[in-house]
Antibody
């Protein structure tokens, strides 16, 4: 069965960096695009970033462009989110999610991880 | 990348039907039949309920249905049950490789 397990969250000071990971299993990871989606405490969902199945294309929300970098290691079945210059507004639970298209986009999410919490504190 | 507009809350009694709207623009909801809907219970990850506007994934109750008219998509829950009480979010492709969620709707079963 498909499993997505995020890790790497924690408390970090304003201006510092953090790298999140998402370990995938139960499917051919290298054939699916992957997303990061976040949810601030008590707030709604916000799309953060997308990476194509082979890592050749990456897209970001304006709110994180230039600060966050999405990447993947298909040999390790792992998705990453490098977050730099963190601010209080980045405090959220970060979910990784799969686009169900085989080597193309279907523009929705069929599987989600349970998320990892990032708290940015001064 | 402005969020799609949803009502903050809707409520209904068991057995009734309710509809959640998701209003966007000609650039997102109005241009693509790519709206999906997610259900989120407290402390849980979102769950896909509807994709490509009106398609239901395997395992999702047929009490959930989706539609679209112009720049507004809708999710209808019929035969409301206690377990349907949750937050619901719409999501759409917005062109130029950008994606946007709705503001979210809290559904209360009275």
């Amino acid at each position: 069965q498909v499993q997505l397990v995020e890790s790497g969250g924690g408390v970090v000071q304003t201006g510092r960096s953090l790298r999140l990971s998402c370990a995938a299993s139960g499917f051919t990871f290298s054939s699916y695009a992957m997303h990061w989606v976040r949810q601030a405490p008590g707030k709604g969902l916000e799309w953060v970033a997308l990476i194509s199945h082979d890592g050749s294309n990456k897209y970001y929300a304006d709110s994180v462009k230039g600060r966050f970098t999405i990447s993947r290691d298909n040999s390790r079945n792992t998705l990453y989110l490098q977050m730099n210059s963190l601010t209080a507004e980045d405090t959220a639970r970060y979910y990784c999610a799969r686009d169900p298209g085989w080597e193309l986009l279907r523009y929705y999410f069929d599987f989600w991880g349970q998320g990892t919490l990032v708290t940015v504190s001064s | 990348q402005s969020a799609l507009t949803q009502p903050a809350s809707v409520s209904g009694s068991p057995g009734q039907s309710l509809t959640i709207s998701c209003t966007g623009t000609r650039s997102d909801v109005g241009s693509y039949n790519l709206v999906s809907w997610y259900q989120q219970h407290p402390g849980k990850a979102p769950k896909l309920m509807i994709y490509e506007g009106s398609k239901r994934p395997s395992g999702v109750s047929n009490r959930f249905s989706g539609s679209k008219s112009g720049n507004t998509a809708s999710l209808t829950v019929s035969g409301l049950q206690a377990e349907d009480e949750a937050d619901y979010y719409c999501y759409s492709y917005a062109g130029s490789s950008t994606y946007v969620f709705g503001t979210g709707t809290k559904v209360t079963v009275l």
